[in-house]
């Protein structure tokens, strides 16, 4: 269990303050895979630092297990980080060693006898996939593999937690996804604690159960990604879930004003199926119900996150302006969410 | 010897091999006895001006301003100067003011700063993020010297020691003219102050040969040793 207690972190710069962190209060439960997301800059960085020890709160408290990380003397931190696996978003391996002794070096550094640091960084590299390439120097890989690297490395002294600070940001979206799984899967595996900090929604999407947006060093919002995703709150966070949702946000408004050209007298909305709903016919029996009413379809796009699937569909309802809001009314009282961009 | 032509530099029965062989060992024991020292002198110095820079405990910022103070008023005064300067303090170091072990002193204290310089540049030149990895493994400041800060640095250490040595070997020359031995001493002795222009020659030769060689050596480790880019 990790509690974040009023945490404020301040920089003093050269004339002003600097709150990089101010008043967090989180609590991650053990084997969760907790999401951060934020902006460059918002403190997402400053925060699992902190965590780690690697610097220390201005004011509050930062607990692992009850135990505040702050007051520990510099050779109980030591001990706390090797609990704390980090993996970073430039891999920072050393170039100096192999593939393998990459993965042995917090081993080293815990003082593990060496032939249980082979056994320990074979196993290792089998588990990330990297099996053949042990004797391998990091720049002989690609950057997906070098942060499977980076993965194994923390993963070596069996840490119960793991930070993953924008592990994927250098990563295209194939070995972003590729990665995402492997984290997945570690947590599954070995019931790990997983912090992952990162600007993109989709990584949240895939891999956390719960999500705390952060803006201006502030967390403005937090709970179930699958709440988060359904009903977002905060401004910051409906453009993190819109630019997921929909990563061609332009070319839909460029087709929705398009279409309201060619058919003044339509209205466009914006359809959000839960779980099963998706799985229901709504939308035929909606036409059906209602004579006038016909219909363009915009755009669809199905999602899925840890806490089930959440649909949504962009739809112009075409008919008499009674139908169309009936039409609207019919798809509430069937508990779809359904929000509307533009009224003809 | 009237000879004062061009021809002057090809006498070659006017050189004395032995003499030759003697102060070619000289100046390569020279060079390397005080490249040993001086490599070892400037990584604990250039690590004591990467450590101390940028700390804010009192007793860091006082090693800064010595060391930082040592370092450049060494490295501003030029060779044949400080072996003169030096005198007094050689002759109490190693007994003697002439001959190549006389040379060491001064040599190694024109170099080491110089040294340090480039071994602080190098250590500087480590990735951060690797070194608050290691620190995020819970490793001590030990570890990141010893597992980060010289493996990472190692290719450029070896660089920076190559211009070093190759600076050391010129100083070594320079030493000559106050008698230390050498290669240096023996053009200036018998080529330069006996008018026998084939002995300076034959001299310069064999330094450039021994630059050559310290470049070449110090250049195919680099590569052996560099796994940035393969
Ligand atoms: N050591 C420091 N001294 C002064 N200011 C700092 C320091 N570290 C971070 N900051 C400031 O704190 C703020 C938060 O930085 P942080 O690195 O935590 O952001 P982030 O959310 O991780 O951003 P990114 O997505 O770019 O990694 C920034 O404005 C940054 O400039
Ligand atoms: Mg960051």
Partial sequence: MIRFKNVYKKYKLDKSILTAVKDVNLEVNDGEIFGIIGYSGAGKSTLVRMLDGLEAPTSGSIEINGK???????????????????????????WSRTIQQNIELP??????????????????????????????????????????????????????????????????????DEILDLLLEINKKLNLTILLITHEMHAIRKTASKVAVMQDGQVVESGNVYDIFQNPQQEITKRFVNEDDNPNAKDLNMTVD??????????????????????????????????????????????QTQGGSIGSLVLQLLGTPEDQNKAVEYLKSVNVEAEVINRG | MANQGIQSYFQFNNVNWSAMRQATWETVW??????????????????????????????????????SFLVNVFRSIPFI??????LPFTKDLVGTIIGPKAAIPSLVISAAPFYARMVEANFREVDDGVIEAVKSMGGTNWDVIFKVLLPESTPALISGATVTAISLISYTAMAGAIGSGGLGYLAYLDGFQSNNNTVTLVATVIILIIVLIVQTVGDLLVKKIDKRTL
Avoid: C
Wanted: glycine residues 8%; aromatic residues 6%; neutral net charge.
């Fill in chain 2, 81 to 86: 100067i400080l072996i003169v300067l030096l």
């Fill in chain 2, 30 to 67: 020279m060079t390397a006895l005080s490249m040993i020292i001086v490599a070892v002198l400037g990584i604990i110095l250039g690590l004591l001006l990467f450590e101390s820079r940028n700390k804010s405990g009192f007793g860091w910022k006082i090693i800064n301003w010595v060391v």
């Fill in chain 1, 107 to 176: 081993l080293e550094i815990a003082g593990v006898a060496k032939e249980q640091r082979h056994e320990k960084a074979e196993k290792l590299i089998e588990l990330v996939g990297l099996k053949g390439r042990e004797n391998d120097y990091p720049s002989e890989l690609s950057g997906g593999q070098k942060q499977r690297v980076g993965i194994a490395r923390a993963l070596a002294n069996d840490p119960e937690i793991l930070i993953s600070d924008e592990a994927t940001s250098a990563l295209d979206p194939q070995t972003t």
């Fill in chain 1, 68 to 94: 505040d990380i702050a007051k520990l003397s510099s050779k109980e931190l030591r001990s706390q980080r090797k609990k704390v696996g980090m993996i970073f978003q430039h891999f920072n391996l050393l």
């Fill in chain 1, 258 to 303: 398009e279409i309201i050209r060619n058919y003044p007298n339509g209205m466009v909305i914006k359809l959000t199926f839960k779980g099963t709903q998706s799985q229901q016919p709504v939308v035929s029996q909606m036409i059906r119900e209602f004579d006038s009413l016909e219909l363009n379809i915009v755009e669809g796009s199905i999602h």
